[in-house]
């Protein structure tokens, strides 16, 4: 199964690109952190060892300085590491929300239509 990060506006597998992976910290604290950083409230009520077994961060959300290349095929954390780097007001002008934006007004539409099909 690809993993696939656990960003907002981020679409990154791990069968797409070869940009590493990052599995959220055992350590509570910093698991923490890693949750506040994302702005995923649906996270929030997660363990430590639930999100560390199921979710994952892509390389694009950590400085470079906190990102180790310890081979050309190993890419590791500092032990401190925090993500950083998120598209958080990307979603203002983003094309899922206009998207979402049109299946709501269509949907309206179809509740009109299926209303009027009712009092025929
Ligand atoms: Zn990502």
Redesign the pocket.
């Known amino acids: 199964m690809p993993n696939f ?1 656990a ?1 907002p506006n ?1 679409t ?1 597998k791990s069968t797409q690109s070869d940009l590493a992976f990052f599995r959220f910290p055992r350590d509570p604290a910093r698991c923490q952190k890693w949750v506040e950083n994302c702005r995923r409230a649906d996270l929030e009520d997660k363990t430590p060892d639930q999100l560390n077994k199921h979710y994952r ?2 390389a ?2 950590f400085e470079t300085s906190m990102i180790c290349r310890t081979s050309p095929y190993r890419t590791v954390l500092r032990d401190n590491a925090i993500p950083t780097i998120f598209d958080l007001t990307s979603h203002l002008n983003n094309p899922h929300s206009r998207h979402r934006k049109r299946i709501k007004e269509l949907s309206e539409d179809e509740i009109r239509t299926l209303k009027q099909k009712k009092s025929k």
């Open positions: 990060c960003a981020c990154r961060l892509c694009k959300h």
